[in-house]
């Protein structure tokens, strides 16, 4: 069996990773780092995801079908909220006709 | 398990039939790449059921930055961070008792799943508590919603996402619990060996995954503008 067995010692330092982690996402959460908040959190996210499904999936040992199945799944989902939000960001971008718009550049209000 | 042997196709020979090589699978190996492989197929599955929601609070906390804000304090930070550490720590649980399979240690097993088991109802109890102090504060959305405030529409939105969200990922974690208390009694009963312990490796993909799930969430709900004042 190819079955590749991590150290105990590794699975903690991935523990002690995500642990910090999580405690700088939240601290920094109470700076204003203006438009940078969400890239930052979202950056910390992603690395945390990163840490879990390399070492404890063990996707950093795994064939390289499962790693393409991995990207495809991650990918498709960043083309999900990636293209739907190109849609709703560009509304009202371009100069409508006076014949009533279609689209409203307004988000609707509830 | 009585040895039946077959000849089988040309250049497989004789096998015996143990739960590491079913039949139908060339070698032991190719038969743990397919549960492997069909599991993280589920897993995408997953990305794509949760994905929709995720896609959900993009577009409305796009449109209402605000309200969605002046919600996410509404939210218990000192609950909802120490969740997750709890939750991180069953994955590490989780993470040893897979390593524990692979080595056939079937006593530290049983142990760290039992110990993943108690993390992971420690997170549904502690999720319980938040969602009980949002129905008295009556931020559930409904007929008994009530929120003091400009935005209240869409503070109702963030609500309906936040109990969208961490409902759909506790129903996943009850599902997780399920599934670890039946590889629990498989281990108990000596199923999982150093040759064989594929379920054991699955749920903890499960496990971790419901996991990256939570590593999202977390900061999304609890985290929106922080800096910018308090209630």
Known sequence: MSDHVESKGLYFAIFLALMVGTAITTAIAFVDL???????????????????????????????????????????????????????????????????TQFSSQPPRL | MADTTHTIDAGHGHHGHSLALRHHFASAEQQKEASTLGMWIFLVTEVMFFGGMFLAYVIYRTWYPGAFAAASRHLDITLGGFNTAVLIGSSLTMAMAVRAAQLGARRSLMIFLILTMVLGSVFLGVKGVEWHHKYVEHHIPGPNFHYDGPNAGNVQLFFSLYFGMTGLHAFHMVIGLGLLGTLLYFAWRGRYTAEYNTPVDLAGLYWHFVDIIWIFLFPLLYLIDRHTGGH
Not at chain 1, 34 to 40: A, R
Not at chain 1, 42 to 48: D, P, R
Request: glycine share 8%.
């Open chain 1, 34 to 100: 203006g438009v940078l908040n969400t890239p930052v959190a979202l950056a910390i996210a992603v690395s945390k995801a990163m840490l879990v499904v390399l070492f404890f999936m063990h996707v950093r040992h795994s064939s390289t079908l499962t790693k393409v199945v991995v990207f495809g799944g991650t990918f498709w989902l960043a083309l999900l909220i990636g293209v739907t939000m190109i849609d709703y960001i560009s509304r009202g971008w371009l100069p409508q006709k006076e014949q009533g």
